[in-house]
T-cell receptor, first 114, second 114 residues
Framework: AQSVTQPDIHITVSEGASLELRCNYS??????LFWYVQSPGQGLQLLLK??????LVQGIKGFEAEFKRSQSSFNLRKPSVHWSDAAEYFC????????????FGSGTQLTVLP | DGGITQSPKYLFRKEGQNVTLSCEQN?????MYWYRQDPGQGLRLIYY???????QKGDIAEGYSVSREKKESFPLTVTSAQKNPTAFYLC?????????????FGDGTRLSIL
């Protein structure tokens, strides 16, 4: 069974600073990997996804993530954080196959200081 | 616009009462999912359905039931057997089969006990 670890429960950065959110996964083969963002009281919005090919993927809102097979990681990055980026971020891993189940990490809450 | 509609946004349950959460999608997706979200625990899968009239238990199905009579609809019933129902419930959907399409989420229903 797959699993996901987001080691940082809460991260605080200043507006304009760079951001990296960590995600480590456990899966026997190359997984499907996703980053979602959630604003308070809302559903999840997809930021980006990795399925195969180029290990650096670009997403919406200026986010990018890099798949590193040797480290079983899929860290999310943004060069310059905006106040509107404050939210909770979830990494998810999906097993290849028809069931399409996702396993989510416990989330990282991002606070942005003015 | 296509999307997933969850209703109601807020729901209150009395002791011994069953309540049903609605999830409707007009994305023509084959697969639908129910997740429970508790603070600090990420999302946990309750039930999922890959086709009409078929569904499978997820990781925390006890105390919940579902039906899938129509492709567009996947209602979740929280039964009186679920002793700790207070949580945020999210419905998601995606295309069936092994493809690279992500899950799309509704805006959630917050269930509380009176």
């Amino acid at each position: 069974a797959q699993s996901v670890t987001q080691p940082d429960i809460h991260i605080t950065v200043s507006e304009g600073a760079s951001l990296e959110l960590r995600c480590n996964y456990s899966y026997g083969a190359t997984p499907y990997l996703f980053w979602y963002v959630q604003s308070p009281g809302q559903g999840l919005q997809l930021l980006l996804k990795y399925f195969s090919g180029d290990t650096l993927v670009q997403g919406i809102k200026g986010f990018e993530a890099e798949f590193k097979r040797s480290q079983s990681s899929f860290n999310l990055r943004k060069p310059s954080v905006h106040w509107s980026d404050a939210a909770e971020y979830f990494c998810a891993v999906g097993a290849r196959g028809s069931a399409r189940q996702l396993t989510f990490g416990s989330g990282t809450q991002l606070t942005v200081l003015p | 616009d296509g999307g997933i509609t969850q209703s109601p946004k807020y729901l209150f349950r009395k002791e011994g009462q069953n309540v049903t959460l609605s999830c409707e999608q007009n994305l023509n997706h084959d697969a639908m999912y129910w997740y429970r979200q508790d603070p600090g625990q990420g999302l946990r899968l309750i039930y999922y359905s890959q086709i009409v009239n078929d569904f499978q238990k997820g990781d925390i199905a006890e105390g919940y039931s579902v039906s899938r009579e129509k492709k567009e609809s996947f209602p979740l019933t929280v039964t009186s057997a679920q002793k700790n129902p207070t949580a945020f419930y999210l419905c998601a959907s995606t295309w069936g089969g092994d493809n690279n399409q992500p899950q799309h989420f509704g805006d959630g229903t917050r269930l509380s006990i009176l």
